[in-house]
Antibody, heavy 118, light 109 residues
């Protein structure tokens, strides 16, 4: 069974850092891209960034709102992806989801809540 | 960046009725690279349709997608109680950013 488990969400102060994890099982993780999305309370879905599979260069892209602050990485040997979030702002408060797929995404994690507040 | 506008914002229908949800793009969605997701309260989104009209694995055939260019539609032929949720469209072309519509809430009348 394909599973993605998001973790690492917490309450942090503005300007601080946080790292989220996305642990995968039930499929060959290295063959797939991983996207990160977020959803602010009561709002819609927003794309955060993507890391492609090594077969597609392992490259990353980011939304303009997080570029230069957030970094996505992956460890295919452990079937895990990370979202490193630096210089957090109050507007980064959201539930963060990882999801499998390069364009459309077919499996999602359950989400992890990040609250940025002083 | 492609902007997606969904309508209506809220759709009130009864179980057994037919639902038609619209998604309009600000420019042509190349290759009909459009997906639909369902999100129930407190849950992650669930992929329903990709490439405008291809049902995802395990999705009932009462869900269908159509459209091309800038106009796309999700149709639920006969509503079941579990279908009342929020629905999002997403353009998923090869070049980022991928974008979502603001969502349509399907509520029980």
């Amino acid at each position: 069974e394909v599973q993605l488990v998001d973790s690492g969400g917490d309450l942090v102060q503005p300007g601080r850092s946080l790292r989220l994890s996305c642990a995968a099982s039930g499929f060959t993780f290295g063959n797939y891209a991983v996207n990160w999305f977020r959803q602010a309370p009561g709002n819609g879905l927003e794309w955060v960034g993507v890391i492609r599979s090594k077969a597609h260069g392992g490259t990353t892209d980011y939304a303009a709102s997080v570029k230069d602050r957030f970094t996505i990485s992956r460890d295919d040997s452990k079937s895990i992806a990370f979202l490193q979030m630096n210089s957090l702002k109050t507007e980064d408060t959201a539930v963060y989801y990882c999801a499998r797929g390069r364009t459309w995404v077919d499996y999602w994690g359950q989400g992890t809540l990040v609250t940025v507040s002083s | 960046e492609i902007v997606l506008t969904q309508s209506p914002g809220t759709l009130s229908l009864s179980p057994g009725e037919r639902a038609t949800l619209s998604c309009r793009a600000s420019q042509t969605v190349i290759g009909s690279s459009l997906a639909w997701y369902q999100q129930r309260p407190g849950q992650a989104p669930r992929l329903l349709i990709y490439d405008a009209s291809t049902r995802a694995t395990g999705i009932p055939d009462r869900f269908s997608g159509s459209g091309s260019g800038t106009d796309f539609t999700l149709t639920i032929s006969r509503l079941e109680p579990e279908d009342f949720a929020v629905y999002y469209c997403q353009q998923h072309g090869d070049s980022p950013p991928t974008t979502f519509g603001q969502g349509t809430k399907l509520e029980i009348k």
